[in-house]
């Protein structure tokens, strides 16, 4: 109201018809009234009031007393939890810095390997996906995959937490990291959620319409993403909140007791896989084994994949959760292994072609930080060694294969993150070790063979179900479009940058 009174005054005076001494000294007078009614106002003393009964109370954390009851304040508002200000300053930056990776290093790396008809595309694609799935994931990605359990099955979230209802933004969630904010969490997950359906831009590059893609993030994140993060990372309040008496607790997957500390599960065993499916289902670019398609512009690969490991800092270390310290071992383990693994590609590629690819050792830090993922919070230093060598040696034999077989995943997404995520996930189930996180466990290495088998049955329901919803997705939305999902061939023969976009890469002269 009192930004409308402000415009309607400036409009006033500003009317060429209206600009008397009179007109202006009603304007200035009116506008020092407003000031004199804002600076009466004590700003500090606003806060919000939470009492009893209040439809966010079982979803949140409050000041109990030595019987467990809520205590009240003297005007009988419930008392929230302390936020730990050290916490809440590392979860927003950690927030940061996986947001840094999607809209600037996915962009440069994936813009960097495409080809320049078609790097004005790639980026936007990547981009528009920041801003897409972080609506999606506000208006009802978070309540599916970390609200209240639908029917304590552990397989999907209700609507409850729709439109972030019930998510308080000064108190904490009374499950999901208890010394923050709950929208703190909210804003460290929807920068995961938003990744996730970027990373499938490297098997759609050079041939989806830009149009098809940007319904296919919305629904694949729905299905596949947070149902995959349901499984994974969901956790209710005792009886799923009073709903269920007999619900574990977790998802269906937690229950088990597969680990996944940051995602190699969630989201790179889910989008790579699904985007093997695409490419194949979309077929080979025009001319692909015939002509030469090579990355455009190495120097943007290199400053891409160097954001992407910045970033994964907060990726990594910023999934313990709170400045505590498994947020260091993470950090560490995260920065020796994406080492180790560049390094090892770039000694494998220069054994195999008889020179050291730029490409390849930017490739194998990804490589390493996609098998990292999982283990991150579960693992030893001299752990993490053995991980990234192996990450490299796995994800350079899945290029190689996928190479031989012609399937033509554009920028190696199955390559890195499929194959890179389900190595990662199975060598948590061997390496975790339970004195790094209170709620990891040992693994095969370390006497609890059963950890390997929990986290295989993780890692394969969640490439099953990524797999055959994207195939189902893709198949729908190719009938149902108009003209199909892929370009025609004559557009994609002059490049998507300029018939989607209208625009170029590069303009000279």
Not at 3 to 15: A, G, I
Not at 186 to 212: C, D, G, H, N, Y
């Amino acid at each position: 109201m009192l930004l409308f009174k402000l415009s309607s005054l400036h409009s006033y005076m500003t009317d060429g018809k209206t600009k008397s001494i009179l007109d202006r000294k009603i304007y200035f007078l009116g506008l020092a009234a407003i000031i004199a009614t804002l600076a009466t106002i004590n700003f500090s003393d606003i806060a919000f009031a939470y009492a009893p009964g209040d439809p966010a109370e079982v979803y949140s954390l409050w000041e109990t007393d030595e019987e467990g009851n809520p205590v009240v304040d003297e005007e009988g508002n419930l008392v929230p939890a302390p936020i730990d200000t050290g916490d809440h300053a590392w979860m927003l930056t950690a927030s940061a810095l996986v947001l840094m990776m999607t809209p600037a290093g996915l962009a440069m790396f994936y813009g960097g390997l495409s080809r320049q008809k078609n790097a004005v595309n790639t980026l936007h694609m990547v981009f528009i996906t920041t801003g897409v799935i972080a609506a999606q994931f506000a208006l009802w990605g978070y309540s599916l995959a970390f609200g209240p359990d639908a029917g304590g099955y552990g397989f999907i979230g209700t609507l409850d937490w729709a439109g972030l209802q019930n998510v308080l933004h000064d108190v904490p969630s009374n499950q999901y990291a208890i010394t923050i904010p709950h929208t703190t969490f909210v804003a460290f997950q929807m920068m995961f959620a938003i990744i996730t359906p970027a990373l499938i831009v490297a098997s759609v590059a050079e041939r989806m319409k830009f149009s098809a893609f940007i319904i296919f993030i919305v629904i694949w994140a729905t299905f596949v993403y947070d149902f995959a993060a349901h499984w994974t990372w969901q956790i209710a309040a005792p009886d799923n909140y009073g709903r269920n008496p007999d619900y574990c607790g977790f998802g269906w997957t937690g229950c088990l007791g597969s680990l996944d500390f940051a995602g190699g599960t969630v989201i790179h065993i889910t989008s790579g896989w699904s985007g093997l499916v695409i490419a194949l289902m979309l077929g080979r670019r025009l001319g692909y084994g015939k002509i030469p398609m090579e990355p455009h512009n190495i120097s943007l690969v290199v400053l891409g994949a160097a954001l992407l490991w910045t970033g994964w800092f907060g990726f990594n270390a910023g999934s313990a959760g709170a400045a505590a310290s498994n947020a260091s071992s993470a950090f560490l383990a995260t920065q020796i292994a994406t080492g180790m693994a560049a390094v090892t590609w770039a000694l494998i590629s220069w054994a195999h072609t008889g020179r050291p690819s730029t490409v390849g050792a930017a490739t194998g830090a990804i490589a390493g930080l996609v098998a990292i993922t999982p283990a991150s919070g579960f693992v030893s230093p001299m752990s993490s060694i053995i991980i990234g060598i192996l990450a490299s040696i796995v994800c350079y034999a899945a290029l190689a294969f996928k190479n031989r077989r012609k399937w033509d995943d554009a920028l190696d997404t199955w390559a890195v993150h499929g194959i890179g995520g389900l190595a990662g996930a199975l060598l948590t189930g061997i390496f975790a070790e339970a004195r790094f996180t209170s709620w990891g466990d040992n693994g095969l290495a370390f006497g609890n063979p059963a950890q390997l088998y929990e986290n295989a049955v993780g890692a394969f329901a969640a490439l099953a179900w990524a797999m055959g919803i994207t195939a189902l997705i893709i198949k729908i939305m190719d009938v149902v479009w108009p003209g199909g999902i892929r370009v025609t061939p004559k557009e994609e023969e002059v490049g998507l940058d300029l018939v989607q976009h209208g625009e170029r890469a590069y303009v000279s002269g």
